[in-house]
């Protein structure tokens, strides 16, 4: 019922959204050619954009994705905006942040460039927004410094401080970041256990998660030679402390969890880009990332004790090399290369009243020697059409030592074909067909543990990536310049479909990650981004995901959707600048119907959430002074989690008992001041 009341709601925030959108009209504030669209900063001047962040929100049929730090290499983890032209160094660095250090009047223009550009690697994504700064000599210094805080006593200081310099075509950032977190999985809640022909046994529940990031980052970039050269350097650390208590349950004794873990990571990179003669582009890149973590958790019950720890080193590098060549207007070649050496230590121990406890995958070390190679052309046959095509080849080298030594050799080949047709200014179709292959989680070849939520798995020697032939289809229509609407379709056909499994070691059964055959995905997907033309300066934009999978449970021999995918997702948010106070102000909802299933061997878990709010207000204090407050959840939010158990796997009789979790997230409210001096 209640998925059923979100997509009502999603359906009436639409068409209400489509109600209120003015007209179609000719585009004025973009102007572009060759598949680039350039929106001035005039564009954005009615909602008093505070940095490139609110700027590429508001860009029409356009919707950012961040890059993925767990992918390893560097061609399938960038995100999809560029600065001046390049992807950042960086892929561990959110591109919401680095757009946030950007101020809006720093910004010469934002372009939109679409698939099948000559000279442009798009990297998969139908579009790209590309962000060109100034070339102006300046200097902007920010300092940013707030407090967040919670109904349940928990606060904490957050703050930013921002530096910039432009000079004679060099450009030196840097930046200090301290960002504190109430997790989700705070709250206080109920348990409810029942064994099958016992009592209900009914027990209290708090449980509070905390974490302090802190961040300091550095880039510079300058001309050298008919190039130019950027280095990035950052060190980044992540403080997570877990504290719950489950009290009052059948046998009296309170059970008490704390856990802590520290994680640090350095991160150093560096990119040449080199305009060669005519239309050709060489752009070589390396980084190297070293990270550390450490993580102790401990579980006490009456006279039993329980200890998880986790201890471990992780690494990645990368060189890379790009070429791209535009033959003519409508004609464009690219070549890549891509090596990558990533690694991963873990030596953990799981103790129960102090004995050992023996998981498989406890001491493990994994190392993996990667090699892509790509080529490809984009061909503009007409001016309403355009073809991209492409093929790349993986081969990869995968070792592992510890508790079980193994070596493995992978060799995919990844083609692609796209193909784009604008029939008119208004409308774009989509169509593309490409062979895609998953990374594995290093961390999935260890065990791991959650003591307070009564889980442990084993790490698995035998995984191997998933891989799929994916057909996606999509559709984009603009109302006007600043109204556009995208539908697309995603279908994937699966093999080796990365889930869960059973391992046994000895007289000892665990559940694992594992690959358990063949599936499919359908994604459902739509991003609307409108003016509400009965109230000025204010918009809609929406986005929403349906997704439905299929796998053969490796337990049961049964159809069932692959775990831990979430049926449907999706937000709405609403924004509207009042010029005569100064003030920006909105609401965002979001977690719209989330749920998911998770299967273990011997347990079913569902997850639900209610959906989540933030409304927020900035008002500008003249030209330098903004002070911004936020308030997201604060009269609780509910999260549910059944669980069904079985004595024996799920193939061998019926449930031996459920547990049903439920707790309410407190919610936070923050006041940060903004002064900003320079551009």
């Given at each position: 019922m209640?998925?059923?009341?979100?997509?009502?709601?999603?359906?009436?925030?639409?068409?209400?959204?489509?109600?209120?959108?003015?007209?179609?009209?000719?585009?004025?504030?973009?102007?572009?050619?060759?598949?680039?669209?350039?929106?001035?900063?005039?564009?954005?001047?009615?909602?008093a954009p505070a940095n490139a962040y609110d700027m590429v929100l508001r860009l029409p049929g356009f919707t950012l994705v961040e890059a993925d730090a767990d992918v390893r290499g560097y061609a399938g983890a960038s995100g999809n905006v560029l600065f001046d032209g390049t992807r950042p160094t960086s892929k561990r660095e959110s591109l919401s942040g680095l757009l946030k250090r950007i101020p809006a009047r720093s910004v010469e223009r934002i372009e939109l460039i679409q698939a099948g550009t000559p000279g442009v690697d798009m990297g998969g994504y139908p579009v790209l927004a590309n962000v060109v700064r100034r070339s102006a000599a300046s200097t902007e210094l920010a300092?940013?410094?707030?407090?967040?805080?919670?109904?349940?006593?928990?606060?904490?200081?957050?703050?930013?401080?921002e530096y910039g310099r432009r000079w004679n075509e060099q450009a030196l950032d840097l930046a200090l970041k301290l960002e504190p977190e109430l997790d989700d999985d705070t709250g206080k809640g109920s348990i409810v256990e029942q064994e099958v022909g016992s009592d209900i046994v009914r027990s209290d529940w708090d449980t509070r998660t905390t974490k302090r990031k802190e961040e300091a980052s550095a880039s510079w970039r300058r001309p050298i030679g008919a190039g130019?050269?950027?280095?990035?350097?950052?060190?980044?650390?992540?403080?997570?402390?877990?504290?719950?208590?489950?009290?009052?349950?059948?046998?009296?004794d309170d059970e008490v969890s704390r856990e802590r873990e520290t994680y640090r990571e350095t991160e150093l990179g560096a990119r040449y880009v080199l305009q060669m003669r005519g239309r050709t582009t060489l752009e070589?890149?390396?980084?190297?990332?070293?990270?550390?973590?450490?993580?102790?958790?401990?579980?006490?019950?009456?006279?039993?004790?329980?200890?998880?720890?986790?201890?471990?080193?992780?690494?990645?590098?990368?060189?890379?090399?790009?070429?791209?060549?535009?033959?003519?207007?409508?004609?464009?070649?690219?070549?890549?290369?891509?090596?990558?050496?990533?690694?991963?230590?873990?030596?953990?121990?799981?103790?129960?009243?102090?004995?050992?406890?023996?998981?498989?995958?406890?001491?493990?070390?994994?190392?993996e020697r990667r090699i892509e190679a790509a080529m490809g052309l984009t061909w503009q046959p007409a001016d309403d059409w355009t073809l991209?095509?492409?093929?790349?080849?993986?081969?990869?080298?995968?070792?592992?030592?510890?508790?079980?030594?193994?070596?493995?050799?992978?060799?995919?080949?990844?083609?692609r074909v796209a193909l784009r047709w604008n029939p008119d200014d208004a409308n774009q179709w989509r169509l593309s067909v490409s062979r895609e292959v998953g990374q594995l989680d290093f961390s999935d070849f260890a065990a791991s543990a959650s003591l307070e939520g009564g889980t442990v798995s084993a790490g698995n020697a035998q995984l191997k990536p998933d891989s799929s032939w994916r057909t996606a289809f999509s559709w984009e229509h603009h109302f006007s310049e600043d109204a556009a609407v995208t539908?697309?379709?995603?279908?994937?056909?699966?093999?080796?479909?990365?889930?869960?499994?059973?391992?046994?070691?000895?007289?000892?059964?665990?559940?694992?990650?594992?690959?358990?055959?063949?599936?499919?995905?359908?994604?459902?997907?739509?991003?609307?981004?409108?003016?509400?033309?009965?109230?000025?300066?204010?918009?809609?934009?929406?986005?929403?995901?349906?997704?439905?999978?299929?796998?053969?449970?490796?337990?049961?021999?049964?159809?069932?959707?692959?775990?831990?995918?979430?049926?449907?997702?999706?937000?709405?948010?609403?924004?509207?600048?009042?010029a005569s106070l100064q003030l920006n102000w909105g609401i965002l909802l979001e977690h719209l119907g989330e749920r998911e299933t998770k299967y273990r061997y011997d347990r079913v878990t569902r997850e639900s959430e209610d959906a989540g709010w933030t409304l927020f207000a900035e008002h500008r204090m003249g030209e330098h002074w903004r002070l911004r407050a936020e308030v997201t959840d604060l009269f609780g939010r509910d999260f549910r989690e059944q669980r069904w158990n079985w004595d024996d796997t799920r193939a061998n009789g019926p449930v031996s008992d459920t547990e049903l979790r439920k707790r309410v997230s407190p919610g936070t409210v923050s006041l940060t001041i903004r002064r900003s001096v320079g551009g």
């Open positions: 209640r998925q059923n009341r979100t997509h009502t709601l999603v359906h009436g925030c639409l068409l209400l959204a489509a109600a209120f959108a003015p007209p179609a009209h000719a585009q004025t504030a973009a102007s572009g050619q060759g598949g680039r669209s350039a929106y001035p900063p005039e564009y954005f001047s009615d909602t300092l940013e410094a707030g407090m967040i805080a919670s109904p349940n006593g928990w606060t904490a200081p957050q703050g930013e401080l130019q050269l950027s280095l990035v350097g950052a060190a980044r650390a992540e403080y997570t402390d877990t504290d719950g208590t489950i009290s009052g349950g059948g046998d009296g070589m890149m390396a980084s190297r990332q070293r990270a550390d973590i450490d993580n102790v958790e401990e579980s006490f019950e009456g006279d039993d004790e329980e200890r998880f720890d986790e201890d471990g080193r992780s690494g990645e590098s990368i060189v890379r090399l790009d070429l791209t060549h535009a033959a003519t207007d409508t004609l464009a070649f690219n070549a890549s290369i891509e090596g990558a050496d990533n690694f991963l230590e873990r030596d953990n121990r799981l103790l129960e009243n102090g004995q050992v406890v023996e998981v498989p995958g406890s001491r493990v070390r994994v190392t991209e095509a492409g093929m790349r080849q993986e081969k990869s080298d995968l070792a592992q030592t510890g508790d079980e030594d193994l070596e493995r050799r992978f060799t995919y080949p990844k083609p539908l697309g379709w995603i279908h994937d056909r699966i093999s080796d479909v990365v889930d869960r499994v059973l391992v046994q070691q000895g007289d000892e059964i665990f559940d694992a990650p594992g690959n358990i055959g063949d599936g499919r995905r359908d994604t459902l997907s739509l991003d609307l981004s409108v003016p509400v033309a009965v109230l000025p300066n204010a918009r809609i934009r929406t986005t929403a995901l349906w997704r439905t999978s299929q796998v053969t449970d490796p337990v049961t021999g049964q159809a069932r959707g692959i775990s831990e995918e979430k049926p449907f997702e999706g937000e709405i948010e609403f924004t509207q600048e009042v």
